[in-house]
């Protein structure tokens, strides 16, 4: 999709379609209101007929509207025009998008960028317009035989903003809803790929192809031989009863001028496929189950939006590739696994195995000194009980990072929901025979296991994100949603100084 940005007025435009908000009840938006007066009230005509009350996401396709340049004039249902939020603004520019694709305007010039929507200027607003149309154009079809093509695709939309004054604000907006999209594409990709195609070599293969695509970015792979030469007894216990490899992916991007400026660190976790191994899930659904890498994904569509922002930070991306399966050699409840920090931990439930992946990573990271570390993981079921898919589960026990997270959530639409991480839920983690066990209990899942993760990272700043409800849809738009990729890449935009909006 080709996006552009200008500033004018709606008669003048000559373009297949113009689009154009209508608040309830049938009132013309401003712009609207200047192509009534130029076509001698034939919009405010039929609205007094009562085709379009103005309902959000009502839309009504006019052809030939008189004195104006451009083939049709889509109206837009954009409701009272106070209660416009951001959310409904989202819903509308999707309708509006699926309407243009389906009815054979291949571009458009689009004029809802000018509604008021509460609090959000310009930029952020031409930047949703972006993210929400490449988001609702996407779709997974690289391995159907015959794509469902549409005749006359929509090619290209023009935004436009109120004066000439905010164009600047509108281009810088357009490369970065562009740059978050393609990491949200990548990362939805990588994780609807089936887990006979996507394994942890695969994750590699992925990261090896974009380090060729840009000279700011070196990736190297840790093995099974490696690890067990560093002492990753953990994450090597829950790959073993899988006939694929468990690799760890290093995604090193290079952006700040100083070359030894303190890193961020991203961790993603990469169960490619997680069966639960001995202590094996129900039936149901297991087949989502390949989306447990959906925190890798996050973090390799976040290291790709990186790229093409080509932020001024230093950034490492970890990607913990492995899978979870029952075998003979597989790890067992009973197990006592002695990480690579040195703590034991008995494992009761094999089921619990992001946790066991994520410890050693996090401590493998270390070596980087880190100016700070986030992980993001699909980590407990609890966490979807907790939050549902709307918001992501958000740990941290450094209250600035924590705040920085959220800001960043809400700034880019995906936000997330901060959940306690104090000290009282340690207990629940006790063994009678090794340092601590790898499962909480039914109670305060996912916050018993960010205590878990929390043991692993006393040495750095850190936040943990749970995905488990946000990275992917269930049911019929079964599907990676590209999260946690606007939240990590937002995160990282704010970190930059990058100018942003006004
Ligand atoms: N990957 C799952 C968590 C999960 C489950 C995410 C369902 C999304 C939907 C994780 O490895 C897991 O199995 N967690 C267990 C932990 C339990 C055994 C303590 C869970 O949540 O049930
Ligand atoms: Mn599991
Ligand atoms: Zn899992």
Redesign the pocket.
């Known amino acids: 999709m080709e996006f552009s940005v200008k500033s004018g007025s709606p008669e003048k435009q000559r373009s297949a379609c113009i689009v154009v908000g209508v608040y309830e009840p049938r009132r013309l938006s401003g712009i609207a209101e200047q192509l009534d007066k130029i076509s001698e009230g034939y919009i405010s005509n039929i609205l007094r007929k009562g085709d379009l009350e103005g309902k959000p996401g009502q839309m009504l396709l006019l052809h030939h509207v008189p004195n104006v340049l451009s083939e049709r004039v889509l109206l837009v249902g954009c409701g009272k025009e106070r209660e416009l939020d951001e959310r409904q603004y989202k819903q509308i520019i999707a309708k509006t998008i699926n309407t243009l694709n389906e009815t054979g305007s291949m571009e458009a010039v689009c004029f809802l960028s000018e509604l008021h929507v509460k609090g959000r200027d310009i930029y952020w607003k031409v930047r949703q317009a972006v993210e929400t149309t490449n988001d609702s154009l996407y779709s997974f079809d690289a391995l159907k035989s015959s794509k469902g093509e549409t005749r006359r695709p929509l090619r290209k939309i023009v935004f436009n903003v109120p004066t000439r004054r905010e164009l600047p604000f509108g281009e810088r907006a357009i490369e970065h809803g562009n740059a978050v999209s393609e990491g949200m594409r990548l990362c939805r990709d990588v994780a609807n790929m089936p887990p006979n195609i996507c394994n942890p070599a695969y994750l590699a293969s992925q990261a090896r192809q974009m380090a060729e695509q840009y000279d700011n970015l070196n990736v190297t792979t840790v093995g099974e031989e490696q690890m067990a030469e560093l002492g990753m007894n953990s994450y090597l216990a829950v790959g073993r009863g899988s006939a694929n490899e468990s690799i760890m992916t290093i995604m090193k991007y290079q952006g700040a001028a100083n070359a030894d400026e303190q890193p961020i660190v991203l961790v993603g976790?990469g169960?490619t496929f997680?069966s639960?191994g001995i202590?094996l899930?129900p039936g149901e659904a297991m087949d989502?189950?390949k989306?447990?890498m959906g925190g890798a994904a996050g973090v390799i569509g976040t290291m790709k939006t990186l790229c093409e922002m080509n932020l001024p930070v230093n950034v490492i991306g970890v990607l913990a590739g492995c899978e979870?399966m029952p075998g003979s050699n597989a790890y067992r409840p009973g197990d006592i696994l002695t990480t690579m920090s040195g703590q034991t931990v008995e494992v009761l439930?094999t089921?619990?195995?992001?946790r066991l992946v994520l410890c050693d990573a996090l401590t493998y990271v270390e070596r980087f000194d880190p100016e700070l570390v986030i992980d993001t993981?699909?980590?407990?079921?609890?966490?979807?009980i907790a939050l549902g898919k709307h918001a992501s589960g958000l740990f941290s026990s450094h209250n600035p990072l924590a705040h920085e997270i959220l800001n960043a959530g809400d700034q880019s639409g995906d936000r997330a929901w901060r959940m306690p991480l104090w000290d009282d839920y340690q207990e629940m983690l006790e063994s009678p025979f090794a340092d601590f066990t790898?499962?909480?209990?039914?109670p305060a899942?996912?916050i018993?296991?960010a205590c878990f993760l929390s043991r692993f990272t006393k040495k750095y700043n850190w936040a943990h994100i749970d995905v488990?409800?946000s990275?992917w849809n269930s049911g019929k738009n079964k599907g990676s949603t590209g999260r946690p990729v606007p939240i990590l890449s937002q995160f990282l935009l704010n970190r930059s100084g990058v100018e942003q909006g006004e």
Not at 351 to 354: F, N, Q, R, V
Not at 377 to 384: D, E
């Open positions: 976790k169960l997680d639960g202590s899930k989502e189950m989306y447990d979870n439930n089921d619990a195995e992001g993981a699909t980590l407990t079921g609890a966490c979807v790898n499962l909480g209990g039914r899942g996912s018993t296991a488990a409800g990275a």
